[in-house]
T-cell receptor, first 112, second 110 residues
Framework: DADVTQTPRNRITKTGKRIMLECSQT?????MYWYRQDPGLGLQLIYY???????NKGEISDGYSVSRQAQAKFSLSLESAIPNQTALYFC???????????FGEGSRLTVL | QKEVEQNSGPLSVPEGAIASLNCTYS??????FFWYRQYSGKSPELIMF????GDKEDGRFTAQLNKASQYVSLLIRDSQPSDSATYLC??????????FGAGTILRVKS
């Protein structure tokens, strides 16, 4: 099983629908992140969390919200999806000892 | 806001050659840099990190950091077709946030 698991892996939805992407991890890391990847634009940070009570906006948080339900779970929500939110979304955890980000397998979202 | 710039490529090299991937960054105070490899349709995975000026070697990979020129590079020796991927350079911000470049596509031709 993957250390960082994302669900769903693929989702097609319509404009205006509410969507939740879920992330769970077994690595025991406190810090978790949501990134968005668009072709030619690299990875952009949406939200990050240092622990259950510490959640912070990244560079492109507009239109998104998050919930840190437990150390192991960090969910990303799109309250009212729009077509330009079509992208590949990655959840990641941070290993403070090595400085490494561990990524989930990604969730591909298409908004029609 | 930190910025990281990479040539999108594709960079094409023959099998067995040295591939040289480059990255520039905007924040003169940046200390930590990371190279991630991403195969098509897959998630990024860490190849190397570098904190100090100079070179750091790990197997076929060498990372180079030049803080005066705000320049980071990754050299891949004896390139193999399995090295064909997108290589992402990243700068670490306060709060352990990584700022990524757009990535360079590497193609190794057999």
């Amino acid at each position: 099983d993957a250390d960082v698991t994302q669900t769903p892996r693929n989702r097609i939805t319509k404009t205006g629908k509410r969507i939740m992407l879920e992330c769970s991890q077994t690595k025991g890391h406190d810090r978790m992140y949501w990134y968005r990847q668009d072709p030619g634009l690299g990875l952009q940070l949406i939200y990050y969390s240092f622990d259950v009570k510490d959640i912070n906006k990244g560079e492109i948080s507009d239109g998104y919200s998050v919930s840190r339900q437990a150390q192991a779970k960090f969910s990303l929500s799109l309250e009212s999806a729009i077509p330009n939110q079509t992208a590949l979304y990655f959840c990641a955890t941070f290993d403070g000892n090595t400085g490494e980000l561990f990524f989930g397998e990604g969730s591909r979202l298409t908004v029609l | 806001q930190k910025e990281v710039e990479q040539n999108s490529g594709p960079l094409s090299v023959p099998e067995g050659a040295i591939a040289s991937l480059n990255c520039t960054y905007s924040d003169r105070g940046s200390q930590s840099f990371f190279w991630y490899r991403q195969y098509s349709g897959k998630s990024p995975e860490l190849i190397m990190f570098i904190y100090s000026n100079g070179d750091k070697e790990d197997g076929r990979f060498t990372a180079q950091l030049n803080k005066a020129s705000q320049y980071v590079s990754l050299l891949i020796r004896d390139s193999q077709p399995s090295d064909s991927a997108t290589y992402l350079c990243a700068d670490m911000e306060y709060g352990n946030k990584l700022v990524f470049g757009a990535g360079t596509i590497l193609r190794v031709k057999s």
